[in-house]
């Protein structure tokens, strides 16, 4: 979907700037000549029909004015150019790709994963810690202000400890983490009641 | 998750030398697929992550001449479920001594190594 915005928004960027380069062009020919000739800015505007136009638009914009079924079209239309605008700076604005976790980035070289695939080494190293029964980990990769965070939720069964199992998932996930620019936090809970265990 | 590309095509006899950034593309390709712990290489969604030189295409590699005429190579990889880091080192211990023994160490500035996907025990029926 956001793919499909940004190429909605790089055609609409295209169109718009050829039309303005366009106008652009004419306006600097019709200011050759002054007055009333053929190349002037009055020649232009008499070129495109402006008069005309001035008259049309002024009726349109009376009636929309007043109440009736056009003011509520134009209002209609109103809003979806809005929306439509609005959707298109998403496409342009929206972020190009997944952002990586960089795990060290030195003279021989960077190393960076994606969050899903990050989150799931995590899960199959948290999953494999004894006395966890489930694990499900969220990356949230690190931004301008604030660093990244692993958050990983396990579940344990009641005769457990939550807080070993928590001390254990730590350590499974240690090498994991270790140089990454993200922080683990580890919540551990007992599985519900009726829960399968798998 | 797209379907990692795993053979890189053998340059025809009769094609002309592979250039030094080809060259250094598939040893370090063919490096880092010999590391315990990578599956394949990764071309992307779309496709792009190729070095490509005629007849030649090695998905999942770039090679990037910069300015000072060497070369700085990255790497798109699958990978199993292992510590990200260490795995990272020893693919770039392999590289480096690939491009050692061909001649091309000091082509070779840095190795980007990037995670594209994990593949975890259950999927890969190890455990």
Redesign the interface.
């Given at each position: 979907m956001t793919l499909l915005l940004r190429v909605l928004a790089r055609i609409v960027v295209l169109v718009l700037l050829v039309a303005l380069s366009l106008v652009g062009l004419a306006v600097a020919v019709f200011s050759i000549q002054g007055g009333d000739r053929p190349l002037s800015l009055p020649g232009l505007a008499e070129q495109v029909l402006l008069p005309e136009a001035e008259d049309d638009v002024g009726d349109y914009l009376g009636r929309v004015e007043a109440p009736g079924p056009l003011a509520k079209r134009s209002a209609l239309a109103g809003a979806g150019a809005v929306l439509a605008g609005a959707l298109l700076l998403l496409g342009v604005l929206a972020p190009r790709r997944e952002r990586l976790v960089v795990f060290g980035k030195g003279t021989r070289g960077r190393l960076a994963a994606r969050r899903r695939p990050l989150a799931r080494a995590a899960e199959a190293l948290a999953a494999q810690v004894r006395g966890v029964t489930e694990a499900k980990v969220r990356v949230r990769p690190p931004g301008r202000v604030r660093g990244g965070q692993l958050r990983v939720r396990v579940s344990h069964p009641r005769n457990q400890q939550g807080r070993e199992v928590e001390q254990r998932v730590h350590g499974a996930l240690a090498p994991l983490v270790e140089s990454a620019a993200v922080k683990p936090r580890v919540e551990a809970r007992p599985r519900k009641r009726g829960a399968r265990v798998e | 998750m797209t379907a990692p590309l795993t053979g890189s095509q053998p340059p025809r006899p009769d094609s002309a030398a592979p250039s030094e950034r080809v060259l250094l593309a598939r040893l370090a390709l063919d490096a880092a697929r010999d590391v315990p712990g990578v599956i394949s290489a990764d071309a992307g969604r779309f496709g792009t992550r190729v070095t490509a030189d005629r007849e030649e295409r090695l998905p999942g590699v770039l090679a990037t001449a910069l300015a000072d005429g060497g070369y700085?190579?990255e790497l798109y990889l699958v990978c199993e479920?292992?510590?990200?880091?260490?795995l990272?080192e020893r693919i770039?211990e392999r590289v480096?001594r690939a491009a050692a023994s061909a001649g091309l160490a000091a082509a070779l500035r840095?190795?980007?190594?990037?995670?594209?996907?994990?593949v975890?025990?259950d999927e890969t029926g190890i455990r």
């Open positions: - | 700085a190579v479920a292992v510590p990200l880091h260490p990272a770039r480096e840095y190795v980007d190594v990037a995670i594209e996907d994990v975890t025990p």
